[in-house]
């Protein structure tokens, strides 16, 4: 069986970012794929050769984490500006803007049957949000430091975080309660997220290890320390046999989860390696990291019929499901004879045909049709009442704003080539008011700085000679 496995395989690499990639996520059905930066822009790949990609503006920091609803009609994105967007995945990127967190946002999910979103901050919170009525929910607060991650389960009657306390929590959606606590004392969890049936959570560590905890038993099953560098995410594969995980140390790896071991190891980038996703297929996964490049690879590896896997998997998606053989990974590795050793792929050491690997680009600049905060709702009226419904989750609305529909007035939009043209500029400049204010911001705290150092020195000098003062006093006395 295991030498019947075929090697995963580059196949395109994407570039048009111009900072570090920090999130990618595949469609529904794998014919986009969709990426954030340090540069502030989300990006909207397509998969088919020579196709154009849209970059979408709008965030003014940092967008931390990017990820499609599970009909693929709306992209979230989380950014250090402290929002959230809900962005429409077409050529006019219309958005909706979500306050509530008081800090940097750092991930964004959806659940399984798009009605909620979970979004994780540095303000130590999590966030529900209702994805319908597109209001804020619920806060989660037990965490004692920056959340920065928070995932569904599948089934969402779960949501599990990690946070830079060096805990990971499971939270019970129904009663928004902390049900379970993961402690570790050496590093913390980076990224969190459950296997396919929701079983068991895996977790990518500060510390340089991957762990698969089962939170039905609330057990360690698998401990692996195969990367030299922080683990900086985590992606399972449909079937829930395997897991790739990018870490700093430049790689990637995949691991053989019913088996227990290492099978893969990908040298792709140049530097760390901070995202990775399989699609949902199983068919692709996607890197991203500090080299501000996407890489798009082939699978492979995995023979087995996702679809099949995945409908089986759906059928146990309930509590008092009792458990089944591919649920329970083992703690140490079969005893394989004649097994094969760990395989390393660099694809710079092969000549590779690789497609086109930078795309037209065209700039799509937002503007907000609604902004959400957790007291107020605010929506402009006439067109933009149209414009909100689209963010509506289709599987609720009427038939005149069903996904056909929708599907159907995307088709039609026209192609607005002067509109682009003029958001360029506009990008760009928006891009450098924003660095001009960066730099002011830093130059009122360096100046902030100088004084307090001034205030110190004069300080220690007064306190020097008083010190001096009082020598003198006592040796005239004695």
């Known amino acids: ?13 994407f570039k048009g970012h111009k900072a570090a990639i920090t999130s990618v996520d595949f469609s529904p059905n794998g014919k986009q794929l969709a990426t954030a930066s340090w540069d502030t822009f989300l990006m909207l790949w397509n998969c088919k050769p020579q196709a154009r990609a849209f970059r979408y503006v709008g965030h003014k920091d940092v967008v931390t984490s990017v990820q499609f609803s599970p009909l693929g009609n709306l992209l979230a994105s989380a950014s250090r500006d402290r929002t959230v967007r809900l962005w429409i995945p077409d050529k006019r990127g219309k958005s ?10 750092r991930s964004v999910d959806f659940s399984a049957d798009g009605q909620f979103l979970a979004t994780a901050s540095e303000d130590k919170s999590i966030k529900v949000w209702n994805m319908y009525r597109q209001r804020f929910l619920y806060s989660l607060y037990r965490h004692t430091h920056w959340v920065r991650c928070a995932k569904f389960s599948p ?9 830079e306390d060096k805990t990971i929590k499971i939270w ?59 683990v900086n995410c985590v992606s399972f594969h449909p079937s829930g046999n395997y897991l790739i995980t990018a870490s700093s140390d430049g790689t990637l790896k995949i691991l053989d989860l019913l088996e227990g071991r290492l099978i893969y190891t990908l040298q792709g980038h140049t530097g760390p390696v901070f995202t990775v996703s399989f699609s949902k297929g199983g068919e692709l996964f996607s890197s991203g990291g500090a080299d501000a490049q996407v890489l798009l690879w082939r699978t492979n590896f995995d023979d087995l019929n996702c679809k099949d896997m995945i409908k089986r998997n759906l059928k146990r998606l309930h509590f008092d499901a009792s458990p089944h053989l591919v649920d329970i ?3 140490t590795p079969h005893p394989h004879e004649g097994k094969i050793e760990t395989v390393e792929i660099n694809p710079k050491l092969e000549v590779i045909d690789l497609q086109t690997s930078s795309p037209p680009v065209v700039d799509v600049l937002s503007f907000d049709s609604t902004t959400v905060n957790t007291t107020t709702v605010r929506t402009l009226a006439d067109k933009s009442e149209e414009i909100s419904g689209y963010f509506l989750n289709p599987s609720l609305l009427p038939s005149e704003c069903s996904p056909t529909s929708l599907k159907t007035r995307t ?38 700085l100088e004084q307090r150092l001034t205030l110190t020195e004069d300080k220690l000098k007064d306190c020097l000679e008083n010190q001096q003062r009082l020598f003198n006093v006592i040796q005239q006395k004695s």
């Open 155 to 163: 089934d969402g009657r779960l949501i599990v975080s990690c946070s």
């Open 96 to 105: 909706s803007e979500f306050k509530a967190h008081t800090a940097p946002v």
């Open 172 to 230: 019970d959606t129904t009663n928004k309660q902390c049900v379970n606590n993961f402690s570790d004392s050496v590093g913390f969890a980076n990224f969190v997220d459950f296997n396919p049936n929701g079983t068991c959570i895996a977790s990518a560590g500060s510390d340089h290890t991957v762990k698969i905890w089962d939170v039905r038993v609330n057990k360690l099953l698998q401990h692996y320390q195969v990367h030299s560098g922080g």
């Open 411 to 448: 088709e039609d939009m026209s192609d607005l080539p002067s509109e682009s043209q003029r958001s360029i500029p506009l990008a760009v400049t928006d891009a450098l008011e924003h660095i001009m204010e960066q730099l002011s911001v830093l130059t009122q705290t360096v100046s902030i």
């Open 1 to 13: 069986m295991a030498s019947a496995l075929e090697d995963p395989a580059l196949e395109r690499y």
């Open 329 to 331: 990974y083992p703690r």
